[in-house]
């Protein structure tokens, strides 16, 4: 899969604490030994503040891994070079929070996603001009100026679903974002389309929460997208946005508590190949 520099800076991190965890070094002695404060170690360990070169050879001298050429100092040198670039994302620094740009980092270094759309389709499936119907009426929070910034932003987050290590997508959406005639009958339409072409290949995954469903849908509507990654090291985490958060959630119990949401409404949604056939209907009763 795709290197991400929000992915190896997270994984790097995790593996320094878990060096300082197993060789019980207390933050007081681990920030001594960089000569920086404690606070300034709370901002390095939680990706705050950069860590710079000299901060990561004191830490390789203080683990005693700075002088032998193990696989351990190997990886971790490996993911300092990662984290040190820049991803496609930032080019966009200006225009999304710190939380929407580490989702995009997270998302383009993850190994699978499983997403929930409640009223739309999920932005890693829109079309151009679905994804612009969609902007046009979200005007109090997008400004048209800025419209083809964030189309542009979205189709490259859709480029993980492509190449040789592409992302692999399960994604929920309920009947009703079929049937509403966003934008047009043609975007519509043009979008339906896709969703059947893209629903074909082996990555993705395109089911169907139907009308005929008993349970209401996840969190009033509420989308929700839980991102999985290949690293053992690595734990699942989610976003979710409603109303009024929108943010990462890291939480184990809360990640987990999504993960069965999720199952339990995909056991309502149809088989992918119903999920298609339904897609089907619904753009040639709309053409």
């Not at 060096?19 to 390095?44: R, S």
């Not at 050879?57 to 984290?83: H, Y």
């Not at 690595?234 to 508590?257: F, M, N, Q, Y």
Request: aromatic share 6%; hydrophobic share 45%.
């Amino acid at each position: 899969m795709p290197k991400s520099p929000t992915v190896a800076r997270w994984e790097l991190l995790l593996r320094l604490n878990q060096w300082k965890t197993a060789q019980q070094i207390d933050v007081k002695t681990a920030a001594k030994a960089l000569n920086i404060t404690t606070n300034h170690w709370h901002q390095l360990m939680s990706d705050r503040r950069a860590l710079t070169d000299e901060n990561f050879r004191a830490l390789l001298k203080l683990f005693g891994i700075a002088a032998t050429e193990n696989e351990e100092r190997q990886l971790l040198e490996a993911l300092r070079i990662d984290a040190r670039e820049r991803g496609w994302w930032m080019d966009f620094s200006a225009l999304f929070d710190a939380d929407t740009l580490r989702l995009f980092g997270l998302e383009h270094g993850a190994k699978s996603v499983q997403s929930y759309e409640g009223l739309i389709v999920p932005g890693l499936l829109q079309t151009v001009d679905y994804a612009r119907a969609i902007m046009d009426s979200d005007i109090a929070r997008i400004r048209p100026v800025d419209a083809d910034l964030y189309i542009e932003a979205r189709m490259k987050r859709q480029e993980r679903l492509g190449g040789d290590d592409p992302l692999d997508l399960t994604a929920l959406i309920h009947e009703a974002a079929l049937h509403q005639l966003t934008g047009s009958k043609e975007v519509a339409l043009g979008q339906l389309r896709h969703l059947t072409a893209i629903g074909r290949t082996d990555t993705v995954d395109i089911r169907i929460v139907p009308f005929s469903a008993t349970v209401r849908p996840i969190l009033s509507g509420s989308p929700f997208h839980i991102i999985h990654f290949a690293s053992p090291m690595l734990p699942s985490l989610a976003w979710h946005e409603s109303v009024a958060t929108r943010g990462i959630i890291e939480d184990v119990s809360r990640v987990r508590e999504l993960r069965i949401l999720f199952d339990r409404q995909l056991d309502l949604a149809l088989s992918p190949e119903d999920s298609l056939t339904l897609i089907e209907q619904v753009a040639d009763r709309i053409a």
